[in-house]
T-cell receptor, first 118, second 114 residues
Framework: AQKVTQAQTEISVVEKEDVTLDCVYETRDTTYYLFWYKQPPSGELVFLIRRNSFDEQNEISGRYSWNFQKSTSSFNFTITASQVVDSAVYFCALSEAYSGAGSYQLTFGKGTKLSVIP | EPEVTQTPSHQVTQMGQEVILRCVPISNHLYFYWYRQILGQKVEFLVSFYNNEISEKSEIFDDQFSVERPDGSNFTLKIRSTKLEDSAMYFC????????????FGDGTRLSIL
């Protein structure tokens, strides 16, 4: 069974501070994919990034960066110089890499609510 | 950029009534999904659909639920006899072919059961 744990329920930071959102996962699969999604107050789910289990390179996209460590089963997300528009709930998710059944369903964590205070 | 569209955005229904939630996935996608999010909680998988049939379903997806792809563009979720606990945001998603393709979500339908 797959499981994703986001231990931080809510985080508040002051604008321009850096913040890291933690994600720890469990899976029996040797190959899998990890994702981060953003859910702003308007409610939609926005895809941010995908990482496959073969690739442990960290990734940076503007103010966002992701640190994948297979040895600790973690896929953490850092926002540098946070802005008010970053206020949202952030979900980490996991899916299998190969699905004979054609599912590839996402298993989500409970989410971390980030509030950036001006 | 192509997107997943869901209608209606908000549905209010009396308990025991049938409800149909509609989705138009991204046109060249072949995998379709429904997820549910009870207010303030995590997003939960309901069902996946591929090659015109259900590929996997969760324990939430009981006999009251059904999915259909009635034509080449729509993907629907039907709840036959709604219960109060069905009140939630329902998200449709679709993904392209290939390992690790991300699922793209619609804006959701907020279902309120009275």
């Amino acid at each position: 069974a797959q499981k994703v744990t986001q231990a931080q329920t809510e985080i508040s930071v002051v604008e321009k501070e850096d913040v890291t959102l933690d994600c720890v996962y469990e899976t029996r699969d040797t190959t899998y994919y990890l994702f981060w999604y953003k859910q702003p107050p308007s409610g939609e789910l926005v895809f941010l990034i995908r990482r496959n289990s073969f690739d442990e390179q960290n990734e940076i996209s503007g103010r966002y960066s992701w640190n994948f460590q297979k040895s600790t089963s973690s896929f953490n997300f850092t926002i540098t110089a946070s802005q008010v528009v970053d206020s949202a709930v952030y979900f980490c998710a996991l899916s299998e890499a190969y699905s004979g059944a054609g599912s590839y369903q996402l298993t989500f964590g409970k989410g971390t609510k980030l509030s950036v205070i001006p | 950029e192509p997107e997943v569209t869901q209608t209606p955005s908000h549905q209010v229904t009396q308990m025991g009534q049938e409800v149909i939630l509609r989705c138009v996935p991204i046109s060249n996608h072949l995998y379709f999904y429904w997820y549910r999010q009870i207010l303030g909680q995590k997003v939960e998988f309901l069902v996946s659909f591929y090659n015109n049939e259900i590929s996997e379903k969760s324990e939430i997806f009981d006999d009251q639920f059904s999915v259909e792809r009635p034509d080449g563009s729509n993907f629907t979720l039907k709840i036959r006899s709604t219960k109060l606990e069905d009140s939630a945001m329902y998200f449709c998603a679709s993904r392209g072919t290939g390992g690790g393709q991300p699922q793209h979500f619609g804006d959701g339908t907020r279902l309120s059961i009275l």
